[in-house]
């Protein structure tokens, strides 16, 4: 399993977005972004990805179905070489104001945390388990 992860500050930009050129500039962001944490000897995934995100607002948070997509979207030809390869997606949002527990700390989320504003830690896994829990 590999595990790539990088933060982008927030609030993410909604694929329900009116105005489309937003969108695109959210995508182009997510995507220098993940550029900044991508090490040039990493390959692209070409497996099934498990792709987490996890949205920490300040106040108002959108409906976290909204903001998958266009992080999928932004992804592809660096994290994976299509969407498709997206099995598993777990997509999260915590007020920074309220009460969470964070286990095994990153430096990388530590840095969001650090940063004092609203953002999104996103993590992509190659090759998670393709268990099916009922």
């Not at 995934?45 to 300040?58: A, E, H, S, W």
């Not at 992509?124 to 099916?132: C, K, R, Y």
Request: charged share 25%; aromatic share 10%; glycine share 6%.
């Amino acid at each position: 399993m590999i595990k790539f992860e990088f933060i982008v500050d927030g609030p993410p930009v909604s694929q329900q977005a009116r105005r489309r050129e937003r969108l695109r500039a959210w995508k182009v962001t997510v995507r220098q972004e993940a550029e900044k944490y991508w090490s040039s000897e990493r390959q692209v995934g070409i497996g099934p990805i498990l792709l987490q995100i996890t949205y920490f607002y300040d106040s108002v948070a959108m409906d976290v179905d909204n903001i998958v997509k266009p992080i999928q979207d932004a992804l592809i030809g660096l994290a994976y070489v299509d969407d498709t390869q997206v099995t598993d997606i777990l997509v999260r949002k915590r007020d920074l104001s309220g009460n969470f527990r964070i286990e095994y700390m990153t430096s990388i989320l530590a840095e969001g945390f650090s940063r004092g504003n609203e953002f999104l830690h996103i993590v992509v896994i190659n090759n998670p388990d393709q268990e099916v829990l009922t």
